[in-house]
């Protein structure tokens, strides 16, 4: 039984090495790729991804990690979601090289875009639950059945084979903004990753705690001065990043443990905090 608990606590030990080793390793290769090579976001983006696949099924794991089962399934989808993914890389060379005629589509890249969306269907599940992941499901299955419905909600009929190769390459074959490697992805990856990081170190050297404490002193006296407090040193925040996601994750680490030992309740903190983080997107950053 000793030597059993001694064996579980070395492979949790090794886990968060690899872990550990594998946030290191996404780190230093997005930004010095970024920093020191001149590389294009048609390139970049897959092979971020790719990465962020490895860590985010270690993150959400199937289960408890001292099953050899579920570290076993876990690394496998993430090293499916890391070669289809890198695959995007190669696919950006082969539409250079060969200019496609036509909707010319190789099954294999088919198979590729109904994979890499059950990853993806996969994660929001473990991320945000079923009811997230159900809320997607509906409208994909409106996508299918939308011909069949009456006029007021129809649409026209969408070739599945096109529908998931549209979804894994349309930035890379058909010069489209969406899809797994569209604008969403470049803005998360090259605007919005960096900004959390700055918000995780802001987090870590008390600035934002002092942003919350140089308002509560202005605010503080008035009747719901730390929600006066919050919104202030969000909007503040938000001329740094620009970003409502970036705000939320600094300033509302403090903010909303502040805000309910004030008294608010939960909802009204959301409410507050989700009200105040758009301002990120309102106000332009100085930053540049």
Do not use: C
């Amino acid at each position: 039984m000793w030597m059993s608990s001694e064996r579980v606590g070395l492979e949790k030990k090794i886990h968060r090495i690899l872990s550990f080793i594998l946030v290191l390793t996404i780190i230093v290769i997005l930004s010095g790729v970024l920093s020191l090579l001149y590389i294009t976001n048609e390139y970049f983006i897959p092979v971020a991804l790719a990465l962020v696949f490895l860590l985010a099924f270690q993150l959400y794991p199937s289960g408890p990690h001292s099953n050899k089962k579920y570290l076993l399934l876990d690394w496998s989808l993430g090293l499916i979601g890391f070669i289809i993914t890198i695959y995007g890389v190669l696919a950006v060379d082969i539409s250079r090289r060969l200019p496609r005629v036509g909707l010319y589509m190789p099954f294999h890249e088919i198979v590729f875009g109904i994979i890499i969306m059950i990853l993806l269907l996969e994660l929001v599940r473990r991320a945000f639950g079923v009811t997230f992941m159900g809320l997607l499901l509906g409208f994909l299955a409106y996508l299918f059945i939308g011909p069949y419905i009456p006029v007021e909600w129809t649409h026209k009929h969408i070739d599945l084979e096109y529908f998931f190769h549209f979804f894994y390459l349309g930035s890379t074959y058909y010069g489209a903004s969406e899809g797994v490697f569209g604008r969403l992805a470049v803005l998360a990856i090259t605007v919005i990753a960096g900004f959390l990081i700055f918000g995780a170190v802001m987090e870590g050297t008390k600035i934002s705690d002092f942003l919350i404490k140089m308002f509560t002193s202005l605010t503080g006296w008035m009747i719901g001065g730390v929600g006066k407090a919050t919104i202030w040193a969000s909007i503040l925040f938000g001329t740094i990043t620009g970003s409502a996601a970036a705000e939320a994750a600094a300033i509302g680490s403090v903010t909303i443990p502040a805000l309910i030992r004030s008294g608010f309740p939960p909802n009204i903190v959301a409410g507050i905090e989700g009200a105040a983080g758009t301002g990120g997107d309102l106000v332009p950053p100085i930053m540049g």
